[in-house]
C-alpha cells in the first residue's frame, strides 16, 4: 500500500510540474489516502504485537 501511495505521489508531482493541475490534485488525493490507510494498518498491528508480546511474558 506504501508503494501505490508513492507512485501516486510521483505522479502528482510529474503532473504538477507539467501543468496538468487537475490530474496532479486527483492523484495527490489518493496518495495521501493510502498513506493514511497504510499509517491506520502499521499503528493497529504495532498495538498488536505489543499486546502479544506482553501477554507472552
Known sequence: ????????LV???IAGAI???G???V????SFVLFGI???IA???G???LFLADVAT
Open 11 to 13: 505522479i502528482s508531482l
Open 47 to 49: 498495538a498488536f504485537v
Open 19 to 21: 501543468g496538468l493541475t
Open 38 to 40: 497504510f499509517l491506520v
Open 23 to 25: 490530474v496532479s490534485a
Open 27 to 30: 492523484a495527490r488525493r489518493i
Open 1 to 8: 500500500m506504501l508503494k501505490y501511495a508513492l507512485i501516486f
Open 43 to 45: 499503528i493497529v498491528v
